[in-house]
Each structure stands twice: as structure tokens, then as C-alpha cells.
């Protein structure tokens, strides 16, 4: 176990390990932070900090000497990096969950092949495979890059219709993917938490609202039947055990108008969607992680209140000053200077305690 006093490594400086840290902190954990950037909102709030390149082996190498476990905040680390420190300190979760979650194609062969249904999709590097692959699953698809993609970056909505050449070009890489298009009644995500001893703690699944590809709002419990939440969150227990996580996993899935529950993608770390757990449940997300990773007992993830999480993008962030006049509204801001378009600078939870 690793003891309230020792020092947590987060591999990552944003606001998700800036809110673990905190939580960390709480708990009597000292943290350090290692990443490109000198003033990420991490590093805002711990003063042990490392500032280099995730392949900066000698950077590395000191900075796992100077921690006692690993964890990242966001899954585009180099596996190599994680392999790397792996071999030096404990890494959670591991180097294998990081190289599945973030390739798109062997996510998704590795979610069929332990029987998880997702949307049909095919490899597609070149415009012929692009052709073929609209011909087996069209009409209507959308074109990913297998790599780096987040918030709505790297992909394109495709139809039959479009011209195949100008749309390979558009896409301007060889490395993609197509998915076929999902007609949902609904977005949600459940995540759920395993500890070294494999004991599972699984959150209420929550409903998303996208704009522009970006989560714009997560409403808390999801607005399904019981029978799609029960489903929702044995599929997360399934993917968790079957990846042996310790740590925390997000799953965004897809409901369809029949009820059927498609997984869309994987995060091992926390979640954008799992921010309302800060203000509404008694054990949040980012405290569940450390709890996991340094091998303390899971808490509860039961919610006292319902809860609906609002994200502040780019120049929404002056509105901070509108909620601060709601006494059931909780602020949460990142730190972050430049409001650009796109940029998540903070958050609003509105809570409804339960009764």
C-alpha cells in the first residue's frame, strides 16, 4: 500500500490532474506532476513539478525515482513512456490498457473480442479502402484517425454520396478509421473503479450533451430505463475486469431508440463526464483513483444529489460570475489563462439533493 505522506506521479499537467492532485492532497498525499508544460493548471498546485518531453528518458528516470506510484491523466502518454516507467515504479493502470484505449482499431477488436458490442467499423488507409469500407457499412459513417483524436479533432461525418477522393484528402491521414453511424436516443458513460484486490465501485450512469463534438453537459442519474442502466454499468464492471484495471475507466456508449447499448470509446483515467461526482456523490471520482492506485479500501460512488454539470468552453468561462449567485451551484475553474474557442476552462455542477 502506498501511505498518506508518500508522492503520487501523474503523468499529464491539465485540470484532470490538477483535480487529482487536490484530491490527493486531501488525503495526505504529496504529488508530482511531470509535463511539457511549465504552467499547466497541475501544476498549479503542488510544487514538485517536472518540466520535459514524455520521451526525455533521463527526465524520466528521475522522476520515477522521486515518486512512488504513476498514474496519467490523459491516455495520449507514448505507451513507450508508460513501459518505460513501468519497469522503474508501479504504473496504474497499466502500459496495455493505455495501448488499447488509445488506437481506436484495437479498441474496438479488443471490445468484440470479449464479447462487447460496438458500432461496425473498418480500417480504411487509403481512398480505395475508404470506398469499400462506405460500400460494407454506409450510408452514412464517420472517418476518425485511429491516434490523438479527442473532442470532435481528427474526425469526419461521410456519406455515400460525397466524393470519396476530396474527402481523403480533407482527411489528410493514412491511418483511419470508419465507423458506421449510430442512430441514438442518447449518449451516456458510466465509470467505475477497481482497486489491486479487484473489487469493482461503479458510478450512476450519466447522460451526455455534446456541441461541436465537446461535452457540453452531463445530466446525473442518465435519463434510461433501469433495465439500460443496469446494462450500462454491468458492461463497465466486464470491460474493467477483462482489462484489469486498477485505477478508474470511463466508457462512452451509445443508447439506441430499441435500447440496445453500443460502447464508443474508452478512457482509463478520469472522466470529463465523471466532474458532477466532485460536488454530488461521497466519494468523487478523482479521490476514487488515488484510493485505487495506492491500494486503499474503494469508497462509495452512491450520489447524494442528482446533478447536472455544465462545462465552461472558451468564453463561457464569464459565466462563473452568473452561478456564484446560485447558492446550489458549485464553481470549479482550471486556472487556465487564454479563453480560446474550444478550451475547457472550467465547470458548473447544479445539484438537487436527493430525498
Known amino acids: 500500500m502506498i501511505e498518506p505522506g508518500q508522492t503520487i506521479g501523474i503523468l499529464g499537467g491539465g485540470q484532470l490532474g490538477r483535480m487529482t492532485a487536490l484530491a490527493a492532497l486531501a488525503l495526505g498525499y504529496r504529488c508530482h506532476i511531470f509535463s511539457p508544460d511549465k504552467d499547466g493548471p497541475a501544476k498549479q498546485v503542488t510544487p514538485l513539478a517536472t518540466d520535459a518531453d514524455y520521451d526525455d528518458k533521463a527526465a524520466l528516470a528521475k522522476f520515477a525515482a ?4 504513476i498514474t496519467f491523466e490523459f491516455e495520449n502518454v507514448p505507451a513507450d513512456t508508460a513501459e518505460y516507467l513501468a519497469a522503474l515504479k508501479p504504473l496504474r493502470p497499466g502500459a496495455s490498457a493505455l495501448r488499447i484505449a488509445q488506437d481506436r482499431i484495437k479498441e474496438k477488436d479488443f471490445l468484440r473480442s470479449i464479447g462487447v458490442a460496438t ?16 460500400d460494407e457499412i454506409g450510408p452514412r459513417g464517420v472517418l476518425k484517425t485511429v491516434r490523438m483524436g479527442y473532442d470532435g479533432k481528427g474526425q469526419m461525418a461521410m456519406r455515400a454520396e460525397m466524393d470519396m477522393a476530396a474527402a481523403w484528402q480533407s482527411f489528410g491521414s ?17 465509470i467505475v473503479a477497481r482497486g489491486e484486490n ?4 461503479t458510478y450512476t450512469p450519466v447522460e451526455n450533451q455534446h456541441v461541436n463534438h465537446i461535452l457540453d453537459t452531463t445530466i446525473a442519474p442518465a435519463r434510461v430505463s433501469p433495465e439500460v442502466s443496469m446494462r450500462a454499468e454491468a458492461i463497465a464492471h466486464h470491460i474493467a475486469e477483462k482489462l484489469e484495471i486498477i485505477g478508474l475507466l470511463a466508457v462512452e456508449m451509445f ?4 435500447g440496445e447499448v453500443l460502447v464508443n470509446e474508452l478512457a482509463p483515467r478520469p472522466h470529463n463526464s465523471g466532474h458532477w461526482t466532485i460536488d454530488a456523490c461521497y466519494t468523487n471520482q478523482f479521490e476514487q483513483l488515488v484510493r485505487a492506485i495506492c491500494g486503499l479500501p474503494l469508497g462509495s460512488p452512491a450520489h447524494h444529489s442528482d446533478a447536472v454539470m455544465k462545462n465552461l ?11 456564484a449567485n446560485d447558492p446550489l451551484q458549485k464553481i470549479h475553474l482550471y486556472g487556465k489563462e487564454n479563453a480560446a474557442p474550444g478550451r475547457k476552462m472550467g465547470h458548473v455542477t447544479k445539484l438537487t439533493p436527493r430525498r
Open 66 to 69: 522521486a515518486v512512488d506510484v
Open 119 to 134: 458500432a461496425p467499423y473498418r480500417a480504411v488507409g487509403s481512398e480505395e479502402a475508404l470506398r469499400r469500407a462506405m
Open 174 to 190: 493514412t491511418d483511419g478509421i470508419l465507423e458506421g453511424f449510430v442512430e441514438f436516443a442518447c449518449e451516456v458513460s458510466v
Open 198 to 201: 479487484g473489487k469493482i465501485a
Open 255 to 258: 443508447v439506441t431508440h430499441e
Open 313 to 323: 468552453i472558451g468564453t463561457d468561462i464569464a459565466k462563473w460570475r452568473e452561478a
